[in-house]
């Protein structure tokens, strides 16, 4: 029979107190995850993972230390906690190190109204495969397709116990379902390789895996033939896709940590403009069958929904309570861990506002530019935000897309970058990152 997770948590805490811990937290974790690859029609690989992570921090004045294990045996419990109170005393004093006060602790949240996880069963592992194989069909089906590098279907479920000396205590379990595949289009040194890929909290949401591999094998073909574009400053639209990965630089740069360390190019910025004055970028914990939503955060404060950035001003930071203290400011709920490491900053569902025009609109208008696809690697200076990314996509030469291209290096400076951007109106609002195909004019490409 499972061992309820808040046993688990309670004996941690337990534990801690009688090795003389002056305080402290505890994190209990289990999951399942399926995962099969399907290959020529045929099972490849099949994996099932299932088995409970715990683990537990430990404070004496402003030291602290943290320790974990995945055996939930009393003795194992008991060995933990003396290991953990040993090494806190032989910690450097951190001043900004310490649970929450009871009164900014989450109270009554409501987890069936955010729907973290599907009550359906589990998939059984002949419903997966069946979905990677439909996946590859409809791939190997788009004339030019003539690979498919993976198509794979996964379940996982993970339960979630987080409690504290401080009196807090709360869990919560969380579903993802996917499907993917990747498609290769071509032969030889002319092959051409591309993907999608669906993601979902409840399985039935799902989109087909039918069209999942159509779409990459499409995608593949699309890119028979590419070659570098030209040298030059142009404009540059980033899909829908990749778009979110400019919007993720901002948030780093926004997190809490970054900023306090000194490693940050929005340090002393809040108040300023970081976006164009008609844009807002909102995060909101608590959409219902959303992978980032969660009702309390990883030291037990509550989520709540707040505008990081409001019609292009920087209104705040990211912030755990260890950073917040650090800064002199107050924590936004946004703490996250693992059961061996202490909390950090984390952003959860962010959503940028949309244009009114669409993708084609803005490829129409861009004229002579680059629609960027994939991105390769990165090299972004935090302090000045100095930004070099390879990439790959397509060439638009009046208005429409003329060829594929690859090879290609965008370069720019991320501050000048984001104030410019012009937003299309394709989000896909299913994703923790709402963010739709984003325009920036005169960045530097390096191709041919």
Request: charged share 20%.
């Amino acid at each position: 029979m499972l061992q309820p997770l808040e046993e688990l948590t309670a004996a941690l805490i337990g534990a801690a107190r009688k090795a003389g811990a002056e305080a402290a937290d505890a994190m209990a974790v289990r999951g399942r995850a399926v995962t099969v690859d399907m290959r020529g029609g045929a099972l490849e690989q099949a994996e099932r993972a299932e088995g409970v992570d715990i683990g537990l921090r430990v404070l004496i004045g402003g030291r602290q230390a943290n320790v974990s294990a995945s055996d939930t045996a009393p003795e194992t419990i008991s060995t933990l906690a003396e290991r953990a109170v040993a090494m806190a005393r032989e910690a450097p004093e951190d001043p900004y190190a310490g649970l929450a006060d009871p009164s900014q602790l989450a109270r009554g949240w409501d987890l069936a109204g955010l729907e973290l996880c599907d009550p359906a069963p589990e998939p059984a592992p002949e419903a997966l495969m069946a979905w990677a194989q439909t996946a590859e069909a409809a791939a190997f089906s788009v004339a030019g397709v003539t690979q498919v590098q993976s198509a794979s279907a996964a379940w996982s479920l993970r339960e979630v116990q987080i409690a504290g000396t401080n009196g807090f205590a709360g869990g919560y379990a969380r579903s993802e379902a996917g499907i993917s595949c990747v498609a290769i289009a071509g032969t030889g040194t002319g092959m051409e390789r591309d993907y999608d890929g669906d993601s979902r909290v409840f399985a039935a949401d799902l989109r087909a895996p039918e069209q999942i591999g159509q779409c990459a094998g499409a995608r593949a073909v699309e890119r028979l033939g590419a070659r570098k574009p030209p040298t030059g400053a142009y404009p540059v639209l980033y899909d829908e896709r990749v778009a979110a990965s400019l919007i993720g630089h901002l948030l780093a740069a926004a997190s809490g940590g970054a900023v306090a360390r000194g490693a940050s190019w929005l340090r002393d910025r809040l108040g300023e403009p970081v976006l164009p004055e008609a844009l807002d970028l909102r995060e909101d914990p608590h959409r219902p069958r959303v992978s980032g939503s969660r009702p309390f955060d990883a030291e037990g404060l509550p989520t709540a929904k707040r505008l990081i950035v409001e019609r292009g001003i920087l209104r705040g930071y990211t912030l755990d309570l260890a950073n917040a203290r650090k800064l002199g400011m107050t924590p936004t709920g946004n703490a996250a861990r693992g059961v061996s490491g202490p909390p950090s900053p984390s952003v959860w569902n962010v959503a940028l506002t949309q244009g009114d025009r669409s993708r084609d609109d803005l490829i129409r208008e861009m004229g002579k530019g680059l629609l960027v696809t994939s991105l390769i690697g990165a090299t972004i200076n935090p302090n000045t935000g100095d930004y070099s990314r390879g990439a790959a996509g397509f060439w638009i030469e009046g208005g429409e897309i003329a060829y594929p291209v690859n090879e290609c290096t965008i370069a720019g400076i991320l501050p000048e970058m984001l104030r410019r951007i012009v937003p299309a109106n394709d989000a896909r609002a299913h994703l923790s990152r709402v963010v739709p195909s984003l325009l920036v004019e005169g960045l530097m490409l390096a191709g041919e």
